[in-house]
């Protein structure tokens, strides 16, 4: 569309801090046990968990999976799903993804506390590095569960125009979703729509070429034909011109 490498490096748009292409982002949080909140796929559409920098080794569902096929025991995959489900219908579903990952991460935060305080009567080294490897891959799996969940959930209750808020329910009441109202002014969707200054929309054109009378249609057509021809004729006779 004319847009070359170089066009292109002429701007830019700011990045974006939770875009698709993100594979995974983290926190580190230093403490008496250190630890990194780790989430892949984009931020907006996963939670964190934590990782232990004590721990032997990284969580089953953060140590798996593959660009190349869809992988349901690794985190990135549940997340992926949710992300690009909630995209289609975002102003409706991404609330649903929030409140999901909000609480997930109250209660992980909440259960990282009791965890180190009760990690605190483990004087054995091997057994403490053991409980954190398994607090940490416990609390990583269900978060790719509780994801995965969700995203079943989205298709069957977020899908085509419409929001369930009660699948259980013997007779379903689907709520339909549509454009916002302003927008649908903005891009002249109404037909009796005043005309925003300046700007005229191919709606608000066809409305007022329907309720012009016959006659009239006729005599700007003949109007315009006119033009071209004279357009057209003057053209040629410059290509003429020219080439002698």
Known sequence: DGVDAATLAAGSYERA????RCAYSFVSQPATLPVFWVSQYAPHSGSYVPV???APRVPDALARGSLHAVDLGSQYWP???VGNWAARF??????VVEATRDALDARFRAARLDFERDLQQLHDHDARTAAIARFANDTADDERRHFLDLFFDLAATVKDGQLLTDRHVEKLQPQPFFYPKPWLQRTGFFYDDSPTPGLWTVAQVHSLWLGLDDSIKLSIAFVAGALLATLLCACSRSSCCSRH
């Open 90 to 95: 975002y102003r409706v579903a991404q609330p």
């Open 52 to 54: 232990y920098v004590d």
């Open 79 to 81: 997340h992926a799903l």
């Open 17 to 20: 801090i939770s875009i698709f």
